[in-house]
Every structure is written in C-alpha cells, then in structure tokens.
C-alpha cells in the first residue's frame, strides 16, 4: 500500500517512536491523525515539545487528538469520523519495571485500548494494522539470537506478558476477519527525543549532574540497542509490506512467527548486541565524562540479555538496521545537551 492512499492514524503519537515516525510520514506527504493521552508517566513536557514540532511541520496536513484509547466510545468515534485507510499503533504503557508498581494501567493501556483499536479497524475497514510489541516478549528465553519462529509462551513481567497478549488478539482479528495485522517486537531503541525512563537518557542525566548511575546485575547484560532512525524506516517498510497468509503454514507444526491467516511478527533490532559496561564506556566517551556507578543486582522482570534475528525482516522487507551503538549515542547527547541546555 501507498501514504497517500488515505489518512494514517498514528497512535502515541507524542511518544519517543510515535514522534519520529509522524515526522517521516509527513515528510513523505502523508495525513496523519495523531493520537495521544499525554499521560504523566514520564514529563509531559516532552510530550508536548515533540507535538510542537509536529504543529510546526504539519503544513494541514496533521491533526492532533488527546483521547485515552481504553475509552471505548472516544476510540470508536475517532475510527467512525477518520476511517484510516492505515493504523499505525505505537501507544502503550511502556517499562518493564512500572508494570510491578501499576499493573492497572498496563491492562487499561495495553488490553483494554488495543482491543478497541482491533475493533475500530475491523468495523472501519483499515486496510493494514501495524503494532508495536516487545523484545520483552521472549522473557524466560535464553536461546539466542531471539527469533519470531521461536515460542514466547513464558513472560517475566506483566509488561512482556500484556505485548504477548497484543499478538494474540491480533492473530484472532486477522484468522476470524481476513484483517492484516503486523506486530514489531522492538528491541531497546534509543536516539534524540528518547524516553526519559530509558537507561541512556537516565544515565546521561545522572552523568552530567554528578550523580552515580545504577548498574544491575553488577553490568553483566547485554541489549540490542536499535536506533530511532532505524526503527522507521522499518515500520515503514513494513507499512507497506501488507501482511498475507503464509502458504506453507501448517497446524501440524505452527510456526508462531507465521500463519494461514493475514498476520506477521518481526523483529526490529541491531542485530549486535552490546555489553552494557561498553554502552556505559561509549556515553562516557560522548560525554567526555567518567560515570560515577551504584552496583545493583537484577531487577525483578528483567532479563540478562536480548539479540534480535532479523533475518525475516531482511527477506521479506529488504531491510536491517545498521547505525552503529557510537554514532547512535553522539546523537543522543548532542540532542540532550541541545535540548537541556547543557
């Protein structure tokens, strides 16, 4: 499918991905409906600034609407007065560690929204539902490179478990109604306008103030640290790679990446995983700072280490991000500093 075969509706739209990605499809001549609930979970400062800049970009050709998408009424009027030919759904309550503090808002943001956005699609005809999921959604597996073709049936937060869930409802839109639906598991993304509840933005923070960064698990973890630029250009792609019956499927051996039914799973990562003592050694470069650290252990939910297989997405898509950890951080702080200030 084409941006300009209809409005898009974009979804977390004054959040870290959902920003960059509604900047790319404007630049690209698309109508956007952005939508957002500017929820306080981190400053809504920053929330608003990234709208700024939307409003300033938008030349008509975006509008902006602060609806909580567990409203089943306001959700399903804003699919009945926008009808989107392509749902773009970056909104969630992100964290792996808040969903042991307020697991309440994980049902209402991540179960309750999404199904009222599966229905908004389906009694709308969206021609193509793209989500986001989680690299969390691997929880207790330890076989790597993470695959979309292995089994995610073991969740160790609520978080992983509610974007297992996502997929789920997903796969039962797409078998019942014929809907293509495509799930991102997206693995640790980070760049200019990031959240500020993500290791990178916390420890630049920290650095620049004199403060200690905590370390967990003493700094033995690994992440696929993906940047911003790289996660859209593969939402992208793969907006227009509508989702489609897999041939080869079978019930005999389901292949959980696949299905017989209009529905896709991808990975979208580096692909090169990193020592979090290096991440912490690349920032301190950038910064031209050492960190001063508070050794912790594991925090309960999280997982030691995460690489993504991209190789689905490669195929299918023609595409594998590639910005290098160094590069992706000396943007990071040349935007903070910029934008703080500093």
């Known amino acids: 499918m084409s941006f300009s075969d209809g409005p898009i509706l974009l979804t977390g739209a004054a959040g870290f991905i959902g920003f960059h990605l509604a900047r790319a499809l404007l630049d690209r001549g698309a109508t956007v409906i952005g939508v957002d609930n500017l929820n306080p979970y981190y400053d809504p400062a920053l929330k608003t600034a990234r709208l700024d800049v939307l409003a300033a970009q938008r030349t008509g050709r975006f509008a902006f609407h602060q609806i909580d998408l567990a409203d089943r009424s306001a959700t399903a ?5 926008t009808r989107p030919a392509l749902v773009l759904h970056m909104a969630a309550q992100a964290g ?36 986001a999921s989680s690299s969390s959604v691997y929880g207790a597996n330890t076989l790597m490179p993470f695959s979309v073709h292995h089994n995610v049936d073991h969740p160790v937060s609520l978080y992983a478990a509610t974007k297992k869930a996502n997929e789920l409802m997903a796969h039962c839109y797409s078998h019942l109604y014929g ?19 993500m290791a990178l933005f916390k420890f630049t923070r920290a650095i620049l103030a004199d403060e200690p960064i905590d370390v967990y698990n003493d700094g033995r973890m690994r ?25 080869t499927w079978s ?28 991440m912490i050694a690349t920032l301190e470069t950038a910064l031209g700072k050492d960190a001063k650290k508070r050794w912790l252990p594991m925090q309960p939910g999280d997982v030691p280490d995460t690489s993504a297989d991209v190789d689905d997405l490669a195929r299918e898509v023609g595409y594998r991000p590639k910005t290098a950890l160094a590069d992706g951080i000396s943007h990071f702080v040349a935007w903070y500093r910029a934008y703080y200030r500093i």
């Open 179 to 197: 809907m293509p639906t495509t799930g991102l598991r997206f693995f640790t993304v980070y760049g200019p306008w990031g959240r500020p509840d």
């Open 251 to 278: 019930g005999l051996a389901p292949d959980p990446g696949t299905s017989s039914a209009p529905y896709r799973v991808y990975n979208i990562g580096n692909s090169e995983p990193v020592d979090l003592m290096t």
């Open 77 to 81: 009027a804003l699919f009945a007065d």
């Open 96 to 131: 792996v560690r808040y969903s042991l503090e307020a697991p309440e808002t994980y049902v209402d943001s991540n179960l309750v929204a999404f199904g009222n956005v599966l229905e908004g699609c389906r009694r709308n005809a969206a021609s193509h539902l793209v989500y």
């Open 223 to 247: 992440r696929d640290f993906t940047y911003i630029d790289d996660v859209v250009e593969a939402v992208l792609r793969v907006a227009e790679h509508v989702a489609a019956p897999d041939p």
